[in-house]
T-cell receptor
Framework: NAGVTQTPKFQVLKTGQSMTLQCAQDMNHNSMYWYRQDPGMGLRLIYYSASEGTTDKGEVPNGYNVSRLNKREFSLRLESAAPSQTSVYFC???????????????FGSGTRLTVV | LAKTTQPISMDSYEGQEVNITCSHNNIATNDYITWYQQFPSQGPRFIIQGYKTKVTNEVASLFIPADRKSSTLSLPRVSLSDTAVYYCLVGAQDDKIIFGKGTRLHILP
């Protein structure tokens, strides 16, 4: 099925370790996004990429870096993980533009990250 | 980006129609209104989007008054499986949208 694929689904890190969360979409969408969601909270935007080759900060970018590798892939990197980064991370994509596409955002199933 | 206000939580019973209203007083002329549904341990799922008047699809209806300062998501004849968090989003700026805390809808048997 077409959609957004995130890997891994679960990850446990020790404080100070680094890792990269992978995201790929096969809908030929222009825009891609990384959100985090903490228990009982809404989603907070970390970084986004309006088109291939561009990235911009969202609400909570500190401690993260991103790479828009090509139109399909958008990765999120934690260089030195901290317990405060324990969260569920969602990748999303959209056609982009002023209307976010006629079908809005398509989200992946999430990566549950625990930093101990 | 237009700020949205929606109830934190709502309860309803199976078979009833549920209406969730969202206020967005400073909506801009080119903003669209979009609603998402999120089940536990899943990413949000697009439900419906509209600009004005009424939009209906196989899942829900969206009612938007002429002044566009609010919108109402209507879920007909809900079932237990409609228990989820519902997010109202408004905007079109910079190709990014900010999610609030949404409305936790709890359907009772």
């Amino acid at each position: 099925n077409a959609g957004v694929t995130q890997t891994p689904k679960f990850q446990v890190l020790k404080t100070g370790q680094s890792m990269t969360l992978q995201c790929a979409q096969d809908m030929n969408h222009n825009s891609m996004y990384w959100y985090r969601q903490d228990p009982g909270m809404g989603l907070r935007l970390i970084y986004y990429s309006a088109s291939e080759g561009t990235t911009d900060k969202g609400e909570v970018p500190n401690g993260y870096n991103v790479s828009r590798l090509n139109k399909r892939e958008f990765s999120l990197r934690l260089e030195s993980a901290a317990p405060s980064q324990t969260s569920v991370y969602f990748c999303a994509s959209s056609e982009g533009g002023a209307r976010f596409g006629r079908n809005g955002y398509t989200f992946g199933s999430g990566t549950r990250l625990t930093v101990v | 980006l237009a700020k949205t206000t929606q109830p934190i939580s709502m309860d309803s019973y199976e078979g009833q129609e549920v209406n969730i209203t969202c206020s967005h007083n400073n909506i801009a002329t080119n903003d669209y209104i979009t609603w998402y549904q999120q089940f536990p341990s899943q990413g949000p799922r697009f439900i419906i989007q509209g600009y004005k008047t009424k939009v209906t699809n196989e899942v829900a209806s969206l009612f938007i008054p002429a002044d566009r300062k609010s919108s109402t998501l209507s879920l007909p004849r809900v079932s237990l499986s409609d228990t989820a968090v519902y997010y109202c989003l408004v905007g079109a700026q910079d190709d990014k949208i900010i999610f609030g805390k949404g409305t936790r809808l709890h359907i009772l048997p």
